[in-house]
């Protein structure tokens, strides 16, 4: 039964809008059993290979389709994967760090070096830019970034966050990029880590960011009006941007443990002056300093207070103590 649907599913995932195939999945494997399935369709997924939940965006889920069912990636029968070659050479779209134009730059991602390069001109002999992988985070940005292929690279540089926006017109390509940095990363974590088992290293590869949004903020002195910027929450780094296509941070928090002398409420201090058009208050206090924001309804209030709250109840780990004083040191 499984041999004779499967030409079928093939034909059906080109001509199907996306939530229609995944219907079309859920039926197909209710009918021939999820498990016999999955053993056949995903029986030697590399243990880096992102697996997409309905939350995902669409280029994920659809390329994590095909890779099963149309390209048959996972079957054990020798297939040649891209993401797992250990070097990726390729020109990527990428979003001008002044003028906001996308470029055509070409990208080389090394194993051996540990590196992610780009370079201005596809035969430049010096890149741009030469990023450490284990410094990475990725993740897709295609409302954000205005392409349903957009893929945010952040990373430090001189203690401040970078980001660079990228997207290819192919599904396929910025999904094999977006794997293959993961692939180098987990090699990367084993050797750092040699104890480490893949349960406990894989959280430490790319991950999405747990919020991001525009609030309205104040100064260090509280005294400065409120201005809107918009915020991203990367884990216990919190970053605001003036726009959310700029390529630094304007600041950055770190948010501790609760026990350190980080806490997050609800509401300003008393004789706080607030001049904005945002009225729903939230206070960060940190060993250095309080941060004062507002957001535009109590709804995304409490949505922020239970992401922060979320993070501070959280113990530290080694690597976080780290960065703390990483923090402390820049600021």
């Keep these: 039964g499984i041999h004779r649907n499967i030409p079928y599913i093939g034909m059906k995932v080109k001509s199907l809008s996306l939530s229609r195939w995944e219907d079309q999945e859920v039926k197909f494997m209710a009918e021939n059993g999820n498990e016999l399935m999955k053993h056949k369709y995903e029986a030697v997924v590399p243990v880096y290979y992102y697996k997409p939940t309905h939350k995902d965006c669409q280029v994920l889920r659809e390329q994590w389709i095909r890779a099963k069912y149309e390209r048959k990636e996972f079957t054990g029968k020798g297939k040649k ?3 797992e070659e250990g070097t990726r050479d390729g020109m990527l779209m990428k979003r001008g760090r002044d003028n906001g134009q996308f470029l055509n730059r070409r990208f080389v991602l090394s194993e051996r070096e540990g590196t992610l390069k780009y370079f201005t001109k596809y035969d430049a002999k010096e890149p741009k830019a030469v990023i450490k992988v284990d410094s990475i985070n990725a993740a897709f940005q295609p409302e954000k970034i205005g392409n349903p292929n957009g893929l945010q690279i952040t990373y430090l540089k001189d203690y401040s966050t970078r980001n660079i926006f990228l997207y290819h017109d192919n599904g396929k390509e910025i999904v094999d990029w977006f794997n293959s940095i993961r692939a180098i990363q987990l090699h990367y974590l084993k050797v ?31 005294t400065e009006g409120f201005k809107k910027r918009w915020f991203t929450l990367d884990h216990r780094r919190l970053m605001y941007y003036k726009d959310p296509l700029d390529a630094f941070a ?34 960060i206090v940190t060993p250095e300093r309080s941060f004062l924001f507002t957001c535009e309804t109590e709804v995304e209030q409490q949505d922020w207070l239970k992401h922060f709250s979320d993070v501070i109840s959280i113990q530290m780990s080694p690597q976080e103590y780290s960065m703390e004083a990483m923090f402390r040191h820049k600021h």
């Design 81 to 83: 994967r891209t993401y």
């Design 250 to 283: 304007k600041g950055e928090a770190f948010l501790g443990h609760q026990d350190q002398g980080y806490s997050a409420s609800p509401g300003l201090p008393a004789g706080t002056h607030c001049n904005g058009a945002w009225q729903h208050g939230i206070t």
């Design 192 to 222: 750092a880590f040699p104890g480490a088992n893949d349960a406990e290293l894989m959280p430490k590869l790319t991950r999405n960011f747990l919020k991001e949004g525009y609030m309205e903020k104040t100064g260090p002195r509280h």
